[in-house]
């Protein structure tokens, strides 16, 4: 209801005209069609619509209508009426209550549904209004306030075909299935039909007021809860995602065809999630985690709910196990570690998703799940990620939840958060889950679409309020258990993207603020040919080096602050024609640092690669190479070791530690490679 009808509906309450008045107001104005385009039409004189307003309607509405004709709101005065009506049966501790049904009642069952109506609800004022419905084929559904009792035999059937749908997938799923017989099946319908009769149930209902967009406005199931489950009677199911006073605001996850005002919406009673269970590994679902891969159904073995508390500190440890990306920039200078959220922000086409990509192709034989979530994004880039990670054998320990941008505003809302229930399951189990959400900047404006349809007020950059709160939420889930817990672990990589790499813009302030850190891509560093194209002094790691281990940060040493001081030194000296010797060695080491964190897409390098690639560099073996062949170096270096330094491979991957002996024999090994 608009500002303008509430001021309207207030004045009626305030004249206190009587229900009689309202009903016999409200007749003429439907059978007299003449009358309502009378005081619409504005070459109608206002004297001539109070003449008419005297003459045909009650006293007692005549103040109240000359002001409804001035005000333009006659064809919307049904709904005025309606919610005054309600507000006068309060008043007198009334209930209005609906019978459907296909044979009329007896006189004594009208007495005895009167009479359950008034002990149940407690009411002095009962108003039954009894309409015919072929359509539920027999029994009644009495609908009272917002609970519906449904004693049909349409639901009788419904239900009956589900619990025989549900048995048959039992007995052809079961094991022993050969030994049953005939006879069986034939035992199974007796009791079906035996129990037909008593297959009824009651729920909570309301019914739709306005339908659009993807969004339903449902008057009615005053105890329903935000983000809880609805059904249509068309099947289609809903999330709650607006409360007031007399409506709620309900989200559809599916077609709104079918649908239209006066529909009914029943509670489920349960918060909405998706079925998870380990069969989904290398599939491709959609928001609701239903498979669109073509490759059968997904047996479900628990129902994790989309939306949870984020685990307490309490129940968490310190991030201090790294989860390698296999990529050289970022694991030497912003470690990323188990239970960690590092975002991944740039502009369109800087090489956000291969860094993720990346990361999730580094994880084969590193026992992490990985989770790729992609919101509106096109069907054909998704399934590209997905064509990729097959090819490195990658999709044997992954899942792709996919909400592109042909689906829906809600589908899209709500994908980030099913992949999190998808993730926390694999989480409970005591595994490590890597999840990554590309990109939450169509997220929220998803959320912002929705947002809108829901009448909720825009804020900054038309963003509702609560967007902030709308990802804290999620990245809140992403964390390290201690044992008693599980001891699993949720690590997330959120992907923003910026325009004309403006970092301070709504969004990307929101997330940068939640997360612990960031890896902030450039494009003119990508254009550059520096891939990938990380800007070092714009990034950063808040756990840093506890996400690092003892051989990697030895060996990446200073690196950061030797790229930064070449970086500033290059500026510097851009237009001078004569360097000192000191000068000219740092812009040198800082050009050859540079050329090797250059690295191939979807290449990850292993830890030890990395360790020796790192040591080798900073202690000055590369300096003297020529930048084009530093390529070559580094490959012909490492399959060298490779053949004969298989010794130095093993203990860096067993140990993790970088000792003097074990640089020593780095430096013998290269000194040999170089001769």
Avoid: W
Wanted: aromatic share 8%; hydrophobic share 35%; charged share 25%.
């Amino acid at each position: 209801m608009k500002d303008n009808e509430k001021d309207f509906l207030k004045e009626l309450v305030r004249l206190d005209i009587p229900q009689e008045d309202i009903d016999r107001t409200r007749s003429i104005l439907e059978s007299c069609e003449d009358v309502a385009e009378t005081f619409s039409n504005p070459l109608v004189t206002s004297e001539e619509k109070r003449n008419i307003i005297k003459r045909l309607f009650p006293q007692s509405m005549e103040k109240f209508l000359i002001t409804a004709v001035k005000g333009g709101i006659i064809e919307n005065l049904s709904e005025i009426f309606d919610d005054y009506s309600e507000i006068l049966l309060d008043r007198r501790n009334g209930i209005r209550a609906v019978v459907r049904y296909v044979t009329p009642l007896t006189e004594k069952q009208q007495a005895d549904l009167r009479k359950f109506i008034t002990e149940k609800f407690i009411k002095d004022d009962i108003e039954i209004e009894y309409r015919h419905d072929p359509d539920i084929i027999g029994g009644f559904i009495l609908n009272a306030g917002d609970v519906e009792y449904d004693r049909s035999y349409r639901t009788s059937l419904k239900m009956m075909q589900e619990n025989l749908h549900n048995r048959a997938t039992e007995f052809i799923g079961s094991a022993d299935n050969s030994n049953r017989s005939d006879s069986d099946i034939i035992s199974v319908l007796k009791t079906e039909v035996k129990d037909f009769e008593i297959k009824s149930g009651t729920s909570e209902t309301g019914f739709i007021t306005r339908i659009g967009d993807g969004i339903a406005r449902v008057h009615g199931m005053s105890g329903v809860m935000y983000g809880e489950l609805v059904e249509f009677e068309n099947g289609v199911r809903g999330i709650v995602q607006g409360l007031e006073e007399k409506t709620v605001g309900v989200v559809l996850l599916g077609q709104e065809h079918g649908l239209t005002e006066g529909s009914s919406v029943i509670r489920t009673g349960k918060r909405a999630g998706i079925g998870v269970s380990g069969e989904m590994l290398g599939r491709v679902v959609d928001a609701l985690g239903s498979p669109i891969d073509g490759l059968g159904t997904i047996r479900a073995d628990e129902y994790f709910p989309i939306e949870r508390e984020a685990p307490g500190v309490i129940e968490r440890k310190s991030v201090n196990v790294p989860l390698q990306t296999g990529i050289l920039a970022i694991d030497s200078m912003f470690p990323i570690g188990r239970g960690q959220r590092e975002l991944i922000i740039g502009d369109r086409q800087t090489g956000k998703t291969s860094i993720a990509i990346d990361t999730i192709i580094n994880q084969k034989g590193q026992d992490v799940i990985c989770i790729y979530v992609a919101i509106g994004q096109k069907s054909s880039n998704v399934a590209q990620v997905v064509n990729t990670l097959k090819k490195y054998n990658a999709m044997e320990y992954s899942v792709v939840v996919c909400a592109s941008a042909s689906e829906p505003a809600p589908f899209q809302y709500i994908a980030p958060y099913s992949g999190t229930a998808i993730a926390e399951y694999f989480m409970s189990k005591g595994k490590d889950v890597l999840i990554i959400y590309d990109d939450l900047s169509k997220h929220a404006v998803a959320y912002r679409a929705m947002s809108l349809l829901l009448h909720r007020p825009p804020g900054r950059e038309a963003y509702p309020g609560d967007v902030f709160y709308l990802h804290s939420r999620l990245l809140e889930r992403s964390s390290r258990l201690d044992d008693e817990h599980g001891g699993g672990s949720l690590t997330a990589l959120p992907i923003i993207e910026t325009l004309a790499g403006d970092i301070s813009a709504y969004i990307p302030t929101n997330v940068i603020s939640i997360t612990d850190g960031q890896i902030f891509l450039e494009s003119e560093l990508f254009n550059s040919g520096l891939r990938p194209a990380v800007n070092y002094g714009l990034s950063v790691s808040r756990v840093g080096g506890s996400a690092q281990t003892k051989a990697m940060k030895k060996a990446s040493g200073n690196l950061r602050i030797d790229l930064a001081q070449f970086k500033e030194m290059e500026i510097f000296t851009q237009f001078s024609s004569e360097l000192d010797k000191a000068t000219t060695d740092l812009l040198n080491h800082g050009r050859m640092l540079t050329e090797l964190l250059k690295q191939p897409l979807y290449n990850p390098l292993p830890h030890y690669e990395q360790v020796i690639l790192l040591y080798v560099a900073q202690h000055g073996f590369m300096d003297d190479i020529p930048l084009k062949e530093i390529k070559e170096y580094r490959a012909e270096l490492m399959n060298y070791i490779r053949s004969y330094g298989q010794d130095i491979i093993e203990e860096l991957e067993e140990k993790r530690v970088l000792t003097d002996d074990l640089a020593e024999r780095i430096e013998r090994i290269v000194t040999a490679f170089e001769e």
